[in-house]
């Protein structure tokens, strides 16, 4: 966040909890000091991010709206029906002046990315979701426990605990992020499924997903299987169009062993897509594609800085 606002000419202030008050930050040739968080110091400011667990925004946010744009980046206020959960990409364009704006599930985000235009072509009507989700989803401190647990790996069994996932990830995956909800699915699941349909604007959509965290440090991988109520006669023309869409890279030469990757997808804007493929089952009705795209940046701030751009035009 802080790196894609240093070239505006904005003034940040960073606030954090008591503990990291007075802490420096060094960003570019920028230096921050964190300052403690309260409602007035936010009040002069015109944007706030919060960058906060879903309590806190619930607790400050709406206060922070009075006086300020408010982007969360928290699960709080997205399934709110009059807050807009913006993609600007995607649904910018139904933007109305709210001064509370959420920013979408990481997840969610980067799929977005991808299938808006997909959508707008050829009208999606299913599509089964499988994620791959980086250490960092759970927070910058998850990934320092990865690190840690991968140095010190010595045999499968002997050290099963986790601070912040619910199994030690090293060399494993796990097919659980967040909590279960009674329909068995997790809330991680569930976020990606009410997200996808709230931003294309299609409450009905059929969508499943499975969400799983693997030991990746930074970029969430996802493969999709979708269904379409058009026909897809070219796969080359998807590529060119996809490779025309905003925050898109096609990554797509499986001959040449190139596709998307958390390896080359992490620090970039773009989310990759690549695999694409007609659907065995599906036939021409059918798509197959992989994309992976850096969570942090295009699944987080850098959805949030280009929300700012359309609150502030
Ligand atoms: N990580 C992702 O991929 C991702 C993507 C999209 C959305 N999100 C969402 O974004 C939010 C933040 O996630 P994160 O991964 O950035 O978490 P994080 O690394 O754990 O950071 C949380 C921040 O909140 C601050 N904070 C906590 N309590 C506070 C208080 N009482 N007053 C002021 N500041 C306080 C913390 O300050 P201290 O450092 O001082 O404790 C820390 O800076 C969550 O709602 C998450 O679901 C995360």
Not at 17 to 23: A, T
Not at 40 to 67: H, T
Not at 268 to 274: D, I, L, N, P, W
């Amino acid at each position: 966040m802080l790196e894609l606002l240093q070239d505006t000419s904005f003034e940040v202030v960073c606030m954090a909890s008591q503990q990291s008050v007075g802490r420096p930050l060094e960003i570019g040739k920028h230096q921050y000091r964190i300052e403690p968080f309260s409602v007035e110091a936010c009040a002069d400011c015109d944007v706030v991010f919060l960058c906060v667990s879903g309590e806190f925004s619930l607790e400050y946010g709406p206060a922070l709206a009075q006086a300020s744009v408010v982007i969360d980046n928290s699960s709080a206020f997205r399934y709110h029906i009059d807050v807009p959960l913006l993609v600007p990409p995607i649904n910018g364009g139904t933007y109305r002046g709210e001064k509370l704006i959420a920013n979408p599930n990481c997840s969610s985000a980067i799929a977005l990315m991808v299938l808006g235009p997909l959508h707008q072509a050829f009208g999606l009507e299913s599509a089964i979701i499988s994620t791959y989700q980086a250490a960092s989803g759970a927070g910058q401190p998850a990934m320092v426990e990865l690190r840690k647990r991968v140095q010190g790996f010595d045999e499968y069994g002997q050290d099963n605990s986790s601070e912040y996932f619910s199994h030690n990830l090293a060399f494993n995956v796990i097919p659980q992020v967040d909590r279960f909800e009674d329909n068995l699915y997790t809330r991680e699941e569930m976020k990606v499924v009410w997200e996808l349909r709230k931003v294309l604007d299609e409450p009905a959509l059929a969508i499943s997903v499975t969400a799983v965290r693997v030991p990746t440090l930074r970029s969430h991988a996802e493969s999709l299987t979708l269904k379409f109520s058009r026909p897809i006669r070219s796969l080359a023309a998807i590529r060119e169009m996809l490779g025309r869409a905003p925050g898109v890279e096609v990554v797509d030469a499986p001959g040449k062993q190139r596709y998307p990757m958390p390896m080359t997808s992490t620090y970039k804007h773009a989310v990759e897509v690549g695999r694409i493929r007609h659907n065995l089952i599906y036939g021409e009705y059918g798509l197959d594609i992989f994309i992976s795209g850096d969570q942090l940046l295009r699944g987080a701030a850098l959805n949030a800085f280009e929300i700012m751009q359309v609150a502030l035009q």
